[in-house]
C-alpha cells in the first residue's frame, strides 16, 4: 500500500495518534510520523534516574527532562541551528555531560512553577508537531523486583544488579505506588485513532507508563487498536533471552487483557557484523515466536522497518511510520461525526 506523504489538508486532519513510551526508540518513531498526522501525542515515563536528568532531578528536585526533550526534539520544527542547541552537550567544567535542552526544560520549570507547564511552554517554543506529555506529575522512582526475590530502586541501577543477581526481571513497581496521571494524558487516549506502545526499553521505559493510575484503563477502554512496537533487538542488563512473546507477556503482567491488539516486529535481516557487535553485549536479534503470539490471541504484522546501515540496530523512522499507517488504513474508514474523528470498522 501507498506511503506517500499527505497533502497540508490531510495532515492536519491525521489520524490522533498516541504513542506511550519512551527513549530513543519512542523518539526515533516520532520523527516518522509527524510527517503523516499533524495530530500526535507522546505521553512520556518520567522514571529516568541517570545521566543528565538524573543529576537535574536530584538537584533541583524536577523530574527528568531526558525522554520528555528527546520526544520534543524529534517532533520540533527549527532552524538547523536551534537543532544543533538542543543536543548540545557540554563536555567540560561542572556541566560536563549535561544537555542544552535539559537546562531550557529546568529553566522553564523554575519561571513556570510546574514541569507540566514547562513542557508545553517549551513544546510552543519549538513549534513542535502535535504534544508532547509526561504521564504523571509526581515525582516517582523505578524498582525492579528479580525472580530471585531481590530488588533495587532506581532506574539507573537496574542495569548493574541484573547483571549481578544474574536473572530475569519479575516485575517493575513505581514509588510511590500508582501515582495520579496527569488529565491531559488520559484524555489524548480515549480520543486517540490509534494507540502505540514502544518501541524502547522493555521494563525502564515502556511499563513504567502503565503503573500509572488510570493509565492502563483508559488504553483498554479506548476504541483505537492498540498495536506493540516490538524492540529489534534484546536488551542487554534488561532483556536477555526474551522473545517477542515474552515482552507482550510482561506487558500484560503489568496491564490487563485488552492493553494490546497487535504486535509489529521487524522481518528485514540484520547485517552479520552488526550481529556479532550485539552478540559481545549479550544481546541478539529478536526471536519472533508466531505460535505463542497467536495463542495469547493476538495479531502478528512483520514487516521490514530496521535501519539497513549504521552502527546500531534501530528501526528506520520512515519505514516504521509507513509499517504503522498501513496497519492502521488496513483497519479503519474515515468516517465524521461533527469533529474529525475516525471510527474503526466492525
Known sequence: MSNTLPSLQQWERGPRIVAVGGGTGLSTMLRGLKKYTGNLTAIVTVADAGGGSGVLRQDLGMPPPGDIRHCMEALANTEPVMEKLLTYRFTEGS?????????????????????????????????????????????????????????????????????EQDCHIHHVNLIPRRPRALPAALEAIGQADLILLGPGSLYTSVIPNLLVDGVVEAIVRAGAPKIYVCNIMTQEGETEGYTAADHLEALMAHGEPGLVDLCLVNSAPLPEELVEKYSREDAAPMVVDRERIRAMGLELVARPVACTGGDFARH??????????????????????????YVLEE
Do not use: W
Open 316 to 341: 528506520d523512522p520512515d519505514k516504521l511510520a509507513g509499517a504503522i499507517l498501513e496497519i492502521y488504513r488496513r483497519r479503519a474508514v474515515r468516517i465524521f461525526h461533527g469533529a474529525r474523528r
Open 95 to 163: 556541566l560536563a555531560g549535561q544537555s542544552f535542552g535539559n537546562l531550557i526544560l529546568a529553566a522553564l520549570n523554575g519561571i513556570t512553577g510546574s514541569f507540566e507547564q514547562a513542557v508545553r511552554q517549551m513544546s510552543h517554543v519549538l513549534a513542535i508537531t502535535g504534544q508532547v506529555i509526561p504521564v504523571t506529575g509526581a515525582d516517582v522512582q523505578l524498582e525492579a523486583v528479580f525472580e530471585n526475590g531481590a530488588s533495587v530502586v532506581g532506574e539507573s541501577k537496574i542495569y548493574a544488579c541484573k547483571k
